[in-house]
C-alpha cells in the first residue's frame, strides 16, 4: 500500500489505564505525524477490519483514517474525553500514528499485509492497571464490587471479545504481545510503562529513532510540560506520573495484590511488577 507522503504507520496498543494515551500524544506533538485515538472503537471506522480482512481493506482503512474528519477520531470539541483538544503545529506529514486499547486481535494480520505498518506494546504493571481501571468514572461502575470484577472483568468485559479488562486479560493481553515481538523482532517493540516514567526522554527518543521520526523541541517541550502539573483528568495527559505511578500501593486491595504477585511470580510476565526494567 503507498499512502502518498506516508513513510510509517505506527499503532500504539495496551490495556485500557496503561499509558496509550500519554504515548499516542507525544507522537501527536510532532509535526510530521497525523495522529488518530482508536479508529476501530469509533462509531465511524468500526467493523471496517477484522482477521479476516485483505490487503485492499486494510488499504482503504488507512487511507479513509489518514483524511478523516470524524471529531471522536481527532478527539475534538464535544467529544475530547480529557474536556480539552490538544493541537500542535503541523508541516509535512510522513507518518500516520494511532492508539488503541480494543482489537488487538487485529495487530498480526495488519503486519502479515502492510509492510510499512508497525506497532508498540504499551505494558504496565497489573496493580496500576487494576487501580487506574477503578477510578476512571467512565470505565468502572462504583457499584460494582472489586473482588467480583478484577480478575475478568465480567461486567466491563461482557461478551465483547474486543474488549481488555481485568488481570486475566491483561495477562492475556501481554502474552499475545511478547508472541508479536518474536514474530515480528523489527516491526513489534514493547515498552514498560514504568520504564517510560523513569526515563520518558531516552524511551521518546528511542522510539523517534526506531521509526525514522525526527525529535523536535515541540516534542521535547510537550514532555515536559506533560510532567509539570496534574490537570485532574481521568483521560487527560497533564499529570505528574513521577508521583502518580505508585499510587496503588497501599489504596489496592493487598490480597489482590499478593494475589497477582503469586500468580505472575517466577513467569516471563512478573517482570512488570518491578519499578523498572531489570538490567
Excluded at 467493523?47 to 475534538?76: M, P
Aim: hydrophobic letters at 35%; aromatic letters at 12%; proline letters at 5%.
Amino acid at each position: 500500500m503507498t499512502i502518498p507522503g506516508i513513510h510509517r504507520i505506527i499503532a500504539v496498543h495496551g490495556a485500557p489505564r496503561s499509558g496509550t494515551s500519554w504515548l499516542g500524544q507525544l507522537f501527536n506533538s510532532s509535526e510530521h505525524v497525523a495522529y488518530r485515538y482508536q479508529p476501530m472503537f469509533s462509531h465511524a471506522f468500526k467493523n471496517r477490519l477484522d482477521t479476516s480482512s485483505s490487503a485492499s481493506e486494510v488499504s482503504r482503512f488507512f487511507s479513509d483514517l489518514l483524511c478523516t474528519e470524524d471529531d471522536f477520531v481527532l478527539q475534538r470539541g464535544n467529544s475530547s474525553l480529557a474536556g480539552y483538544e490538544l493541537t500542535f503545529q503541523k508541516e509535512a506529514i510522513t507518518h500516520l500514528v494511532y492508539k488503541e486499547v480494543r482489537y488487538h486481535d487485529l495487530i498480526a494480520r495488519i503486519l502479515d499485509l502492510e509492510p510499512t505498518f508497525a506497532a508498540i506494546g504499551l505494558i504496565r504493571n497489573p496493580c496500576a492497571v487494576i487501580y487506574s481501571w477503578t477510578n476512571a468514572p467512565r470505565e468502572y461502575d462504583r457499584t460494582w464490587k472489586l473482588d467480583e470484577e478484577w480478575r475478568h472483568a465480567p461486567r466491563k468485559n461482557g461478551n465483547h471479545p474486543e474488549n481488555w479488562y481485568g488481570f486475566e486479560r491483561w495477562k492475556e493481553l501481554a502474552l499475545l504481545f511478547h508472541r508479536l515481538q518474536e514474530r515480528y523482532p523489527d516491526r513489534f517493540h514493547i515498552i514498560r510503562y514504568e520504564d517510560l516514567v523513569a526515563n520518558p526522554e531516552r524511551i521518546v527518543h528511542l522510539l523517534f529513532k526506531l521509526h525514522n521520526l525526527p525529535l523536535t523541541a515541540h516534542t521535547q517541550e510537550f514532555l515536559q510540560q506533560t510532567q509539570s502539573h496534574d490537570d485532574g483528568a481521568a483521560y487527560g495527559v497533564f499529570r505528574n506520573v513521577s508521583t502518580s505511578k505508585e499510587e496503588w500501593r497501599g489504596q489496592l486491595d493487598n490480597d489482590i495484590v499478593a494475589t497477582i504477585h503469586d500468580d505472575l511470580k517466577g513467569g516471563p510476565l512478573s517482570r512488570y511488577l518491578l519499578p523498572t526494567s531489570p538490567q
